[in-house]
Every structure is written in structure tokens, then in C-alpha cells.
């Protein structure tokens, strides 16, 4: 049955094809539609924005609304009475509001154990590119499935080497809170916690129900205007640091990725061969890294 829905923004300066037809899509929102509205999932009670900030939604532009459903027997006839009823005012308020979602990709999850920890960081150095003055966290809310236990998120301000943190703990599906980030250089941490013991095999990272997120989404205000609100690890490495070209284990990644053009392409090719995700590290492929 429906588990979640998502509405996303489509940004307008980027290029989508328009269409009023449901299709299948792999529950990840498209390029162009990054910018989260609102969502729901089940168990979720009643929203309310804060008195001084909204969601601004206009007249103009285009939605994405995406539905996650599970139906594990393919069994026909079941309905759902499952949704959503959004509120909204003509009369502006005065802070548009955001959210910013914290993330972690690719990870595993092994069998048999009672607690398993993946954590995320969106380091000081990337925040400080996004959060170009005070803003009021208000609402956070988590996404797992179902081998998730307990969720968090701290946000720690460091100024002189010390260090100010606000925690937000989520057990249940979300929790209101309200404190401020007034300082800019603050480093974004997340940790999520499963149990595993009903499982046999390892359970990977992916959207579908049967797999593992780990997902946090912070609702605040004034909305900021950075390029990129998307703070994401893959596995161990935050994406941001690539963006801005930040040494990622001692190694610039887009250094290395433009010597690349100007490398014996027949050996990037074999490397690529022999060193796919699927494949074991071969000796050879140990040597092509060598040689690359």
C-alpha cells in the first residue's frame, strides 16, 4: 500500500518534459525537481508552519508528485484511503521557508545484528557556501524503512575550535523543534541505527521499501539561495566536497577526473573493465589502479 508521497518543485530554468500522465519512475526525484514542498507518510500527524514563514507555492510554474507504494503478494482489489490535504493562504507570510534534506548513499547493512550505526557529515566547509545568514531549523523529520530504530541529527557550530551543538533525536516519524544556526561555519552531522537480526543476507541501500534509506529533512527558515541544498554522502564521502573540489581522502577529485582526457584512454577503459561494482578487486584491476 502507499507508503509515502513527495512534491517536489521543477526548477524553472532547467529543461523537463512535461507530461499529466502517471508514469513509473525509480522513486528518486528527476534533476530538475529537487526542491521539496511538502510530504507524507503513513503515521504522520497534522503540519503546521510557523506563524512567520510558509511554503510559497504562486500561480505559475510545475509539480512533481511522487507516490511509494509496496504491494509485496501482487494481490489485486486493495484500496487506500491514504493522502494528503494541503492548507494554504493568499496572504503571504513574511519568510519563505526550505528544506534541506541530509542523506547517505550506497551503504550495507549486514545481517544478525541488533545495532548497526551509518553515519553522514555535510562538513563545516560546505555549509559555509550554503548558509549565508541566520536561519531557524523549526521541524525534522526522518525517512527509513523497516529495519530502522532510531535516527540523528546535530547540527555543531564551531568558532575557535569549540564547540556549540543542538541534537535532534528522532525515535518516532518526526519531532518539532525550534533553535537557531546564527554563526555560518556549521558542520551537519546524521547517524541512523538498525536492527538486523531478522535478516539473513545483507540489506543494501535503495528507495524500494524491501532495502534501507537513511534520510533526514530539515524544515527552516529564511529560505536560503545556495545552488545546491543537498547535503549527501556516498558511502563515507560527502558529495559537497567534490563540488567544490575539496580534497576527498587526500585526492581532488576533478584534478583527477580532467588528467583523465589527457591518460591512455585504452587503460581508463580497462580499468573500467575489470573494476566494475559487481566484480571482485582483481589483481588486475589492483595493477590498472597502479598504473592510472
Not at 526550505?98 to 560546505?126: A, D, K, N, Q
Not at 535478516?199 to 533526514?216: A, L
Not at 575539496?246 to 585504452?266: E, K
Request: net charge positive; with cysteine.
Amino acid at each position: 500500500m502507499i507508503c509515502q508521497c513527495l512534491i517536489v518543485a521543477l526548477d524553472p530554468r532547467r529543461q523537463f518534459n512535461r507530461t499529466d500522465i502517471a508514469y513509473l519512475c525509480n522513486g528518486i526525484p528527476t534533476t530538475p525537481c529537487q526542491e521539496i514542498i511538502t510530504g507524507y507518510t503513513a503515521g504522520v500527524p497534522q503540519t503546521c508552519m510557523p506563524a512567520e514563514a510558509g511554503v510559497r507555492i504562486g500561480i505559475k510554474g510545475f509539480r512533481q508528485v511522487i507516490v511509494a507504494y509496496y504491494n509485496s503478494t501482487h494481490r489485486q482489489g486493495y484500496t487506500d484511503s491514504s493522502g494528503m490535504t494541503l492548507y494554504y493562504t493568499t496572504k503571504l507570510r513574511r519568510f519563505d521557508a526550505g528544506v534541506s534534506p541530509l542523506e547517505v548513499t550506497h551503504f550495507s547493512v549486514p545481517p544478525g545484528r541488533e545495532s548497526y550505526e551509518v553515519v553522514s557529515t555535510c562538513p563545516g566547509y560546505c555549509t559555509v557556501l550554503q548558509v549565508a545568514s541566520p536561519i531557524y531549523i523549526v521541524l525534522g523529520m526522518n525517512h527509513m524503512h523497516r529495519l530502522g530504530r532510531k535516527q540523528r541529527i546535530e547540527s555543531i557550530e564551531v568558532e575557535n575550535c569549540s564547540k556549540q551543538s543542538q541534537m535532534i533525536l528522532i525515535i518516532k516519524l518526526f519531532i518539532h523543534i525550534t533553535f537557531a544556526i546564527a554563526r555560518r561555519h556549521v558542520e551537519d552531522d546524521q547517524s541512523c541505527e538498525y536492527n538486523s537480526t531478522s535478516e539473513n543476507d545483507t540489506v543494501e541501500w535503495d528507495v524500494s521499501w524491501r532495502e534501507e534509506m537513511c534520510k533526514g529533512l530539515l524544515l527552516y527558515y529564511p529560505k536560503q539561495t545556495w545552488p545546491s541544498h543537498h547535503c549527501q554522502n556516498y558511502r563515507s564521502v560527502p558529495l559537497c566536497e567534490i563540488m567544490i573540489d575539496a580534497p576527498v581522502f587526500g585526492c581532488h577529485f576533478r584534478s583527477f577526473i580532467s588528467n583523465l582526457a589527457t591518460t591512455n584512454l585504452s587503460l581508463v577503459d580497462t580499468v573500467i573493465r575489470n573494476c566494475r561494482q559487481d566484480k571482485s578487486c582483481s589483481p588486475l584491476c589492483l595493477r590498472m589502479i597502479g598504473k592510472v
